[in-house]
């Protein structure tokens, strides 16, 4: 259960994600558009980088200057690669690391994608009754 392995969830109530997505796993970005778009609809900011180069298909890094000093998340979508490059990149950032497993196993990037809707709607709640309300309903 969701609430169980991830408790700092009952303590965080976000409101600036950037997601850095795998577009080798996320086809189009399909995955990234659609988390951006929820979390938008929730009074969100949210930025999207795609760590894979368009041209010449290698991984890259995300420069920590594009990420906003006042963001709170930043939401991995691909695998535990793609998390640990972005914590490479940006460890230096002061701000909750998730990481949402596209791939057949996630030890680091755990939360699988029938969990991603769960963690959205815990992340962009405006207050800790209602996030905690939504938590105990499981």
């Given at each position: 259960d969701l609430a169980i392995r991830f408790p700092v969830i009952r303590e965080v109530i976000m409101k600036k994600f950037c997601i850095?997505?795998?577009s080798r796993k996320d086809k189009d970005m399909a995955t990234a558009k659609a988390a951006k778009e929820y979390l938008e609809?929730?009074?969100?900011?949210?930025?999207?980088?795609?760590?894979?180069?368009?041209?010449?298909n290698e991984y890259v890094m995300v420069d920590p200057k594009e990420i906003p000093s006042d963001f709170e998340c930043i939401m991995t979508i691909g695998g535990d690669g793609t998390l640990l490059h972005a914590v490479k990149g940006l460890n230096e950032i002061d701000?909750?690391?998730?990481?949402?497993?596209?791939?057949?196993?996630?030890?680091?990037?755990?939360?699988?994608?029938?969990?991603?809707?769960?963690?959205?709607?815990?992340?962009?709640?405006?207050?800790?009754?209602?996030?905690?309300a939504l938590i105990d309903q499981l």
């Open positions: 850095i997505t795998n609809g929730h009074g969100c900011e949210v930025i999207v980088f795609d760590n894979v180069d368009a041209v010449t701000c909750v690391f998730v990481g949402l497993n596209k791939g057949n196993m996630g030890f680091l990037a755990e939360i699988s994608m029938d969990d991603m809707e769960a963690l959205l709607e815990w992340t962009s709640v405006d207050d800790v009754d209602e996030l905690i």
